[in-house]
């Protein structure tokens, strides 16, 4: 007996006419006139699934069999067999059908199998990983993690943990949550000698990281070439179907680099993920295309578009050249473009899409809308940073070279209103061995959101945090 997944029982792992047990979860019954029930059973493996055959024959037919219904979970032990029906090479002779658990009101179970809307599975966050599109996207998302961390081990990068619990605001833009200690903690709970946490457990304002970048350009004065990839949090108005109040962040960070570089490296990197995703859940990626307009998938075409990104080569454009071009195009814009204001996402998007028709950096932006570690560039005005456009969506990369001349971050800083004394150890980089570096941060929800051609950002992680959440 072969215990196999769904996958590999129907990519013929094993051989024809060898007994296999496959485990999961009913996705459809349908019985014959004949007596015999044809079962759909999916276990997460991959986006199809299994077909059991069960005659009639077996013990338990009449009083569980005919009770599968969507979502009951099972183990079927059989033969497996060369597909007769359509759609399927391989099926399972079932010679034993193990009922584990039976769905309790099947009328109401909500994972009915039909096309839900977005929002529908959205209040089922626990139960919405057991339809199809979810299925396909978490699949996604496991291939995209895994191409990112190869990416960068191929390259030579060193995967760096940052803290998520910090006391600096890595962007300086005061949109953090802050971690306050639990009332159960204070006063002391032991008399003698126990942990005596003062007024509070970190005995200074403790907040949730907006990004690991600080953390991570320390170790890049150290390792060379390093990235972090973990949960950031922000406390800004994400009442969006862009936004999250908390989503995971890549950021790599590369020394003796400058901002040409960081172009180079984020354009070789968003093609090696999509390659990966292209050959390892292209079957996801059509499954999520023939579903557009359905339910949570709003852009179709998805395969098409991912391959001519990894064809295309990303054209650089100056941020003041950008402006211009938006300015000369004959287009209404709601937002006027002006020097000195940031792109909009209207922008952006007419940009990668009608006006240039392919991926597109942007540099060189006026040091007032950019974070205070931007290094500033010789005409005084700009900073040497670059947002990567992508067709479809809009700003899907954010990064800069840093700003590694100490005199010249503190007077930013200053510029900023913020106090060089609280970025002590940051400050320190400069004064022992600092060297010009750079790197970018990729919003990973984004990517998804653009692969799987998703309406809404809270489908591209399992459980979205968003003002007024409140379960799950
Ligand atoms: O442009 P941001 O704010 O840049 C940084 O945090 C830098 N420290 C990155 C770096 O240079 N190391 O954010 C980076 C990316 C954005 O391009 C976007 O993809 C994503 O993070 N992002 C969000 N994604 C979901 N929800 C939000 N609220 C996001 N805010 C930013
Ligand atoms: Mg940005």
């Not at 096309?115 to 209040?123: D, G, K, P």
């Not at 996604?140 to 960068?152: L, V």
């Amino acid at each position: 007996m072969h215990v196999v997944s769904v996958k590999e029982a129907l990519e013929g792992k094993v051989e024809v006419g060898s007994k296999v047990e496959v485990r999961g979860w009913v996705r459809t019954r349908r019985d014959s006139k004949a007596g015999i029930s044809f079962i759909h059973v999916t276990d997460g493996s991959c986006q199809a699934p299994i077909q059991a055959v069960a005659p009639n024959t077996l013990g338990n037919y009449q009083n569980e069999v005919l009770h599968l219904t969507t979502g009951a979970s099972l183990i079927v032990r059989g033969t497996l067999v060369q597909s007769q029906g359509k759609g399927q090479a391989f099926e399972i002779q079932a010679d034993e059908v193990v009922v584990l658990g039976l769905v309790d009101d099947p009328e109401t179970y909500p994972l009915q199998p039909k096309q839900h809307t977005a929002e529908f599975l959205r209040e089922q966050a626990h139960l919405r990983p057991r339809s199809n599109s979810f299925g396909a996207i978490t699949r996604i998302r496991h291939a995209a993690a895994m191409a990112i961390h190869r990416f960068f081990t191929e390259q030579g990068f060193v995967w760096v943990n940052t803290p998520i619990v910090t006391a600096s605001d890595a962007e300086g833009a005061g949109q953090m949550f802050r971690v306050s200690t639990l009332d159960a903690l204070k006063p002391p709970r032991t008399p003698e000698g126990g942990v005596d946490f003062g007024q509070d457990f970190f005995r200074k304002e403790a907040y949730l990281t907006v990004s690991g970048q600080l953390n991570v350009e320390a170790y890049c004065m150290a390792m060379s070439k390093v990235y972090t990839f973990g949960p950031t949090f922000r406390a800004e108005n994400s009442n969006t179907t862009r936004h999250l109040a908390e989503f995971w962040m890549i950021e790599p960070e590369i020394a003796f680099a400058n901002l040409s570089d960081d172009a180079e490296l984020a354009e070789a990197f968003l093609k090696a993920i999509f390659k990966a995703v292209l050959n390892e859940r292209r079957d996801d990626l059509a499954f999520l295309d023939s579903t557009v307009g359905k339910g949570i998938v709003t852009q179709g075409g998805l395969i098409a578009r991912l391959e001519a990104f990894v064809q295309s080569s990303f054209e650089r454009v100056d941020y003041t050249d950008a402006i211009e071009m938006l300015k000369k195009s004959k287009k209404k814009f709601e937002f006027a473009p002006e020097w000195g204001n940031d792109l909009q996402t209207e922008h952006e998007r007419f940009l990668a899409e009608e006006h240039i028709g392919r991926p597109v950096v942007v540099m060189n932006y006026p040091e007032q809308i950019k974070a205070f570690y931007m290094r500033m560039n010789d005409d005084g005005k700009t900073v040497a940073a670059m947002d990567v456009l992508a067709p479809g969506i809009g700003e899907i990369i954010g990064g800069s070279q840093r700003e590694e001349r100490l005199d010249m971050l503190d007077a930013r800083m200053r510029k900023m209103n913020l106090e060089p004394e609280h970025y002590g150890w940051y400050r320190d980089l400069r004064r022992y061995g600092s060297v010009p570096h750079a790197g970018f941060g990729l919003g990973f929800e984004r990517l998804l959101v653009y692969i799987c051609g998703l309406g809404n950002i809270r489908d591209a992680i399992p459980y979205p945090r968003v003002p007024g959440w409140a379960q799950f």
